[in-house]
């Protein structure tokens, strides 16, 4: 925008000028002007103008940009007096703008056209002069918005240059408010404006002329031989744009001779495309009346090979203050570009950095700190500008840490390490810091860099990693690695010392039905209630940790004996003395099973030890629970027997060695042969033949026992039909069901898949269940056994009287046999207590209409009082013992 003063008194003309035609056709009035950093403010305006009107008009005329029309950058204040007096003295400077071909050359606002389209300001020009008359704004495409204003006329406004001067307005609040007498009033305002421009503008101009004085013609060389001796290119257009002067750097750069460029357009030097990119910086320059600066970037092969031009336009006046063309000055930038390039980059990490960065000198005072920095230590930037860093101190390093860190710093230039210092607030915080030093040119030192990161919340999270890694989550108690580092350590100080120690294991006593029956939330109740009582039962220095779901350890430190680590067993087994009270209300009780190995007598490292006290309390489980017991060797070699016989297992099936062996079971009163129980044997290779009733229990504790019990079921059935083939009659095969197997949902169509495979007939196969087993779920077996019933199979309860039956459940059970267990037969008729009992079985299961098998029977004694009792059935080694079905053939009829 043109520099120009305009007089008090020509404002104070354009002022009357305005109300009175505001007061002739009752509108009201204002003049806008564009600054000289191209933003619309209001100079004039008339009586009855409305703040809220202003400014709606400004922001339509600015493009839709918002524009306080009281901000210290739009016109002056907008008060009563409908203008400032100070307004005439003031003198805006011209300034440079810096454009990038890039990026839009124009940043000017923009103006609504007769059409009621927005235009650039490159494009104004063309409407110098030109008026445009809205009768209605609620119906203009571009005015909708500006609901203050019903109807306006705007007059775009300029210097004799072409350069934009502004807009005259006069608007009513209602549609239709504004005619057309009004429209050529204000026409010939805005025409009286225009020449009025023209006259100061001419004025200005000879003034200056006339101050500046007439040049000395003996002392000045002519205008060529000066340029000429720029190294930066000039150059200079006249109006149309045609070229009429240019330096020899001109020529050099664009491989031309003076006389193909002078007299020659843009387009004919560079093509329209270049053309067009040159011309609009020239429109640019002539509209806004400034010097500008265009900078451009000629690319290379590579990034290294751009060439960075910058170009100075500013447009020309002769001595009448009309336009004259533009002058051009072109230099190479590129050096300056690489270096404004490295610095914005620096301050952009400088200013964005998550990291702190400060700066001091080499005093150590600071000079220079980022947003990060005073973020994370809550102190302003004004208030850590020249002090020393040591406003932060911690406490919590000495003088020896300082002065190796000064003493690294200086010697080799740099240090990394952590260091804690203290908040504004107090808060004493962790940071992992790089101090570096900057050298001047002769190798001084001038400055120190300190780049830091907060590292609280990465603090926070190994602390909280560490816990979880030793530590329970549910109890908080020492997991099984923490225990182990600490038995460990107090090994080491035992041995040291010549002291003893105690490791006891705790198991609880089949919590596994706390889970079942109550659900596993009043589980985990029962265990954190648990674990604040056994750390109640402990010394201070000793160790208390949850290694499995129910099971704890505790280390006894200090001993003197086997009596201490005994009565410190005790009073850990106090804890189960009163019942656990839980959320629903109910009173629970607990039991365990413990396990006490010494230190150095049972074991002189921390692993022997943990499994020697494992290995006691497996052995009070097995003496009945709620018990403990001390470790002896024995127990070690039993522990390793049943891992050989857990790993034998595995292979069993696939080595053969697993074969059945068949038991007869007769009619007691007839002594015919009624049917066999299929009974299962292992012949190890190695280990020779193995009771059941050891590898049986390992089967179901390692999970093998459901493959062992298909086998066995599938082979039975298949010696049951080679028996029908062969014309032997044997009744039914009685094969035996773990638990594990009934409590499989597939267990049933298991069933039917091997009748089908084999092809043995339902009616002449037996399944026995215990009574324990089918007691555990009830619902589920009655409804699987009824299946299975349906098939033609018949079921018979073995084992009866040793397990816990519910004589409810067991009138509903679909059961065709009971089985009185073998160790009541045993000592009949002699004990009288076993023989109640079997009277009682008898009765019970005749009064159930089912019939009563006796296992074990081995005297002639016990099968006589079996069968005065009515008695069904028998077995045992009275008539035979298990045999090889090939041995069977006098019990096949």
């Known amino acids: 925008m043109i520099n120009m003063p305009i007089s008090q008194q020509q404002l104070d003309l354009w002022l009357a000028d305005l109300n009175l035609i505001a007061d002739i056709s009752s509108c009201k009035a204002t003049l806008l002007t564009w600054s000289a950093v191209g933003e619309l403010s209001c100079l004039l305006c008339s009586d009855a103008v ?527 003395d009163q019942p656990f009270i839980v959320s629903t209300g109910d009173h629970l009780r607990l039991t365990a099973s413990m396990g006490v190995s010494l230190y150095p007598n049972d074991g002189q490292d921390a692993d022997t030890l943990l499994r020697n006290a494992d290995a006691a309390m497996y052995c009070a489980k097995n003496d009945g629970r709620n018990n403990y017991a001390f470790y002896t060797e024995s127990l070690t070699q039993l522990s390793l027997e049943h891992l050989k016989l857990q790993s034998a297992l595995y292979g069993a099936i696939e080595q053969n060695a697993l074969y059945l062996m068949y038991q007869p079971k007769l009619d007691l009163v007839t002594r015919k042969t009624v049917g066999f129980e299929a009974l299962l044997r292992w012949h190890d290779p190695q280990l020779g033949l193995i009771s059941p009733a050891v590898f049986i229990p390992i089967a179901e504790k390692v999970g093998l026992i459901h493959d062992i019990g298909l086998w066995v079921l599938e082979t039975a059935c298949r010696q049951g039909m080679r028996w029908l083939r062969d014309g032997k009659y044997f009744g039914r095969i009685a094969v035996n069901v773990a638990g594990q197997q009934l409590q499989r949902s597939s267990f049933v169509d298991d069933v039917k898949r091997v009748l089908a495979e084999t092809g043995l007939p339902a009616k002449h196969l037996e399944l026995e269940v215990t009574e324990s087993v089918m007691m555990q779920n009830p619902e589920v077996a009655i409804r699987d056994l009824k299946r299975l019933g349906d098939l033609g199979i018949e079921l018979s309860v073995d084992d009866f009287g040793t397990g816990y039956s519910s004589l409810n459940y067991l009138k509903k059970l679909p059961i065709h046999k009971l089985k009185i267990d073998q160790s009541f037969v045993r000592d009949i008729p002699f004990d009288t207590n076993n023989t109640a009992i079997a009277k009682a079985v008898i009765a019970l299961g005749h009064a159930l209409k089912l019939d009563i098998v006796a296992e074990g029977v081995e005297t002639q004694e016990q099968a006589d009082f079996l069968l005065q009792n009515h008695c069904d059935q028998a077995q045992g080694y009275l008539f035979s013992r298990p045999q090889l079905p090939q041995d069977l053939d006098k019990f096949l009829s």
């Open 50 to 576: 409305v703040e809220n009107e202003i400014q709606a008009i400004l922001t339509q005329l600015s493009g839709g940009k918002a524009i306080n029309a009281n901000s210290t950058t739009a016109s002056p204040a907008f008060t009563a007096d409908r203008y400032s007096k100070d307004h005439a003295a003031q003198n805006t400077t011209i300034q440079d703008k810096r454009v990038s071909l890039s990026e839009p050359i124009s940043q000017s606002p923009l103006e609504v056209s007769q059409h009621g389209t927005f235009l650039s300001s490159s494009q104004l020009s063309t409407l110098v002069g030109k008026a445009e008359l809205i009768t209605d704004t609620q119906l203009h495409p571009a005015w909708c918005t500006c609901t203050p204003v019903g109807s306006l006329i705007f007059i775009s406004l300029a210097w004799p240059s072409e350069t934009n001067f502004g807009f005259l307005c006069f608007y009513h609040n209602d549609p239709q408010g504004i005619d057309g007498k009004t429209f050529q009033l204000a026409k010939l305002v805005g025409e009286s404006i225009q020449r009025q421009l023209a006259d100061i503008l001419h004025q200005y101009n000879a003034a200056e002329s006339l101050n500046r004085g007439t040049p000395n013609h003996i002392d000045v060389i002519d205008l060529q031989s000066f340029i000429d001796s720029f190294d930066e290119h000039i150059w200079m257009k006249n109006t149309d744009g045609i070229y009429t002067l240019c330096n020899r750097s001109v020529e050099q750069a664009w491989a031309k001779s003076r006389s193909e460029i002078i007299g020659r357009t843009d387009v004919e030097l560079f093509g329209a495309d270049a053309a067009d990119i040159y011309l609009e910086g020239d429109r640019f320059a002539i509209e806004s009346g400034t010097p500008i600066i265009v900078a451009e970037c000629l690319e290379g092969a590579e990034p290294k090979q751009h060439l960075w031009l910058e170009t100075l336009k500013l447009p020309t006046f002769n001595a009448t203050g009309d336009f004259a063309g533009v002058i051009g000055m072109t230099r190479n930038i590129s050096k300056h570009k690489a270096v404004e390039d490295q610095l914005t980059l620096a301050t952009n990490v400088f200013k964005h950095s998550f990291e702190g960065v400060v700066v001091t000198d080499r005093h150590g005072n600071i000079t220079d700190v980022n947003g990060a920095y005073f973020e994370i230590t809550g102190y302003t930037r004004e208030e850590l500008l020249g002090q020393n860093p040591r406003i932060l101190s911690s406490g919590r390093h000495d003088k020896t840490f300082f002065d190796t860190l000064w003493n690294t710093l200086l010697i080799n230039g740099k240090w990394n390490g952590e260091i804690w210092n203290r908040r504004k607030n107090g808060a004493i915080f962790p940071q992992n810091i790089s101090i570096s030093t900057i050298y001047d040119e002769v190798g001084d030192i001038r400055y120190f860099v300190a780049v830091f990161a907060d590292i609280s919340a990465q603090k926070q999270n190994e602390a909280q990693l560490t816990h979880l890694a030793y530590f329970d989550p549910l109890t908080q108690l020492p997991n099984r690695m923490k225990f182990m580092m600490q038995l460990k350590q107090e090994v080491r100080r035992a041995k040291q010392l010549n002291l003893q120690l105690a490791t006891v294991m705790i198991d609880v006593d089949l919590f596994k039905h706390i889970n079942d029956s109550f659900g596993h939330s009043i589980g985990d109740e029962m265990l954190v209630e648990l674990a604040k009582r056994l750390r109640s039962q402990v010394e201070e220095q000793d160790v208390l940790s949850r290694i499995g779901g129910d099971e704890f350890v505790v280390l006894i430190t200090d001993i003197n004996s086997g009596e201490e680590a005994t009565l410190a067993t005790n009073q850990l087994r106090q804890v189960f």
